[in-house]
């Protein structure tokens, strides 16, 4: 990660967690800090599938901690671990076969 990439992404994150600490609101506003963190530092370094798994893992996380009754933590965790792999499988066998 470049050093522009780090300095807004984690200049963003401190912003957020200013916020949090002010409004004294940590939960479930931490969810959402981390989430805005890691979508931006990814969609900074261009990495657009991470991106997209970030967004939907925090997403789904927010959704589990607000509204238990819609989305149980038992559909986020297999879903979150899913994602895990498929972006490692990519990793491998699609980004390694272009750089070839």
């Given at each position: 990660?470049?050093?522009k990439v780090e300095n807004i992404s984690h200049g963003?994150?401190?912003?957020g967690l200013g916020v949090l600490a002010l409004l004294d609101s940590w939960w479930p506003g931490l969810i959402i800090?981390?989430?805005i963190f890691f979508t931006l530092k990814n969609?900074?370094?261009k990495n657009y599938f991470k991106m997209l798994i970030?967004?939907?893992?925090?997403?789904?996380a927010y959704i589990c901690v607000q509204y238990p009754l819609m989305?149980?933590?038992?559909?986020v965790l297999?879903?979150?671990?899913?994602?895990?792999?498929?972006?490692?499988?990519?990793k491998e066998f699609v980004l390694r076969r272009k750089k070839s």
């Open positions: 990660m470049n050093k963003a994150l401190f912003i800090v981390l989430g969609a900074l370094s970030s967004v939907l893992s925090f997403v789904g989305m149980s933590w038992s559909f297999p879903f979150a671990l899913f994602a895990i792999g498929a972006e490692k499988l990519f």
